[in-house]
């Protein structure tokens, strides 16, 4: 039989949970003590018909039952009788209390104590309740930053519970569309969400059968989310919401500096970073290695454009430049970072054979693929000529300096080796992340407007993911927490 290996975390089991169970999760782990402190400091010696409690839950059960709406999430608790009592709603009508005015008696003339019965009132709230106490939760992130402070713990809580969370981290940018057309008015010359504006985003490719260049464009009104994920576990670890026509690159370099100066142990603990090509920056690659000792493992796009316009131009084969140009010498690289010999005498173009990345050299070791591989070499001679040392049986060996060259082109973990490939492969995870906030969480079809209201939402549903993961590190798997080598099958859904 074949063993299926699980992680610490999966999604899997904590989908075959029902509402009620992953709600009573969210609020056994969730650490929401400050804010629900805050909200009772804000609410101070006014009605209380709705405790402040109450209504907490009631808005993380919204976001846990994945409801579109504050209609859906009511018609949920008017039919829902458990989840009234686990919220903390009391489900019978109340009365306020009794009413005792002076009144003058006709008869006598003199004043009397008339006591009059409360009116009762629904225990449910309604949706302008809910929408008002909302108003209050995001001026709580806007003003105080307590939905981000609530991460951050989370953040803490996981990196106690598994010692390798956030080795390897990874970013990706998303597109998320305002409950607004972007259509500006002719009264106001503003648009419904004057927060939000236009962004772009440009996809280019070669077509495998006709060789012709295509590109696809996507716009949208709205927002950019910036997320940064734990690629093994597929939990978030930091995020941020912009206007859509923000650039990632910036976004992402504050947000890379913002995380480690929050949490220190973090930037000890992370080995890579993982990336698409649209963050493929030279500053970006540079921050990450020379600051913090991260590798980036991030997609290099393809810029150089003057070869293309040579008559010579071969489409078939990649573009190549001298990797020293100012001296005579038959070592190439290709702008993905590969290194290239040609052979003096035949002109036989031989990727080198890569030994290793020297990190107190900051230098990327290759050999001579003669030697290595144990190869006939016409040119030899005049390849060790050119180098201007001595060479000996070991053959020729070559250390590029990263901090010297292209750092964009040449970083300590080449593009395209196993150690690359594996990682950036984790980047997957992202994109599931994403996929759930679309439909699990409803940011595919929603109906929010203003940055404030948005980044709140996704700051709840982000953290109720974080939750969720915790949660099942404590309860679900506690042999697994002292051998993080353990494997078991999952457990059956049913």
């Known amino acids: 039989m074949t063993a299926i290996t699980s992680c610490l975390f999966s999604w899997k089991e904590t989908d075959a949970l029902s509402d009620i169970q992953r709600l009573t999760r969210v609020l056994n782990y969730l650490p929401d003590e400050r804010i629900i402190e805050a909200l009772e400091a804000k609410r101070g010696k006014?009605?209380?018909e709705y405790p402040v409690r109450a209504?907490?839950?009631?808005?993380?059960?919204?976001?846990?039952?994945?409801?579109?709406?504050?209609k859906g999430l009511i018609r949920e608790l008017r039919r829902n009788p458990f989840l009234l009592e686990l919220c903390g709603f009391n489900p019978l009508p109340l009365q306020h209390k009794p009413i005792v005015s002076l009144i003058r008696d006709p008869l006598t003339g003199k004043m009397k104590a008339e006591r009059q019965s409360g009116q009762q009132y629904d225990t449910i709230p309604n949706e302008w309740n809910v929408y008002r106490f909302l108003r209050k939760v995001e001026s709580l992130e806007a003003q105080q930053g307590l939905i981000s402070e609530m991460m951050l713990t989370l953040r803490e809580k996981l990196m106690a519970e598994l010692p390798d969370f956030g080795q390897h981290l990874g970013y990706d940018g998303k597109a998320v569309q305002s409950h607004s057309t972007g259509r500006v008015s002719r009264e106001t010359a503003r648009t419904s969400d004057p927060d939000a504006d236009w962004g772009k985003h440009e996809t280019?490719?070669?077509?495998?059968?006709?060789?012709?260049?295509w590109t696809h464009v996507k716009?949208?009104?709205?927002?950019g989310l910036h997320l940064i994920a734990d690629t093994k576990y597929e939990i978030p670890v930091a995020f941020e919401m912009t206007p859509a026509s923000h650039s990632e690159s910036k976004v992402l370099s504050g947000m890379v500096a913002d995380l480690f100066a929050q949490t220190p142990l973090l930037a000890q603990r992370c080995k890579d970073f993982s990336a698409d090509r649209g963050l493929d920056q030279e500053a970006l690659k540079a921050q990450l290695w020379d600051e913090y000792g991260i590798r980036p493992l991030i997609d290099t796009r393809e810029l150089w454009r003057e070869e293309k316009k040579m008559p010579n131009y071969d489409p078939t084969q990649p573009i190549t430049r001298p990797l020293y140009p100012k001296r005579a010498d038959n070592i190439i690289y290709s702008e993905k970072g590969q290194v290239f010999c040609v052979c003096p005498k035949t002109q036989e173009q031989r990727p080198l054979c890569f030994q290793g990345f020297e990190s107190d050299r900051n230098t990327l070791k290759y050999r001579c693929p003669a030697a290595a591989y144990g190869m006939e070499c016409q040119g030899k001679d005049v390849c060790y000529r050119q180098a201007g040392i001595h060479v000996g049986e070991y053959g020729r060996i070559i250390r590029i300096n990263i901090t010297e060259q292209n750092r964009r082109i040449f970083t300590p973990t080449p593009y395209g080796s196993p150690s690359w490939t594996r990682g950036y492969n984790r980047r997957s995870a992202l994109e599931r992340i994403n996929s759930r906030l679309d439909q699990s969480y409803g940011f595919e079809d929603h109906f929010i407007r203003g940055q404030s209201s948005i980044k709140?939402?996704?700051?709840l549903c982000?953290?109720?993911?974080?939750?969720?993961?915790?949660?099942?590190?404590?309860?679900?798997?506690p042999e697994l927490m002292r051998s993080l080598v353990s494997t078991r099958s999952y457990r059956s859904s049913g």
Do not use: C
């Open 46 to 48: 006014g009605r209380n």
């Open 55 to 70: 209504m907490w839950r009631a808005v993380l059960a919204g976001v846990v039952f994945q409801h579109r709406s504050i």
């Open 204 to 213: 280019r490719g070669i077509d495998a059968k006709t060789g012709k260049p």
């Open 219 to 223: 716009k949208w009104f709205g927002y």
């Open 456 to 459: 709140a939402k996704m700051g």
């Open 462 to 477: 982000l953290s109720v993911m974080m939750t969720l993961g915790l949660a099942s590190i404590k309860e679900d798997q």
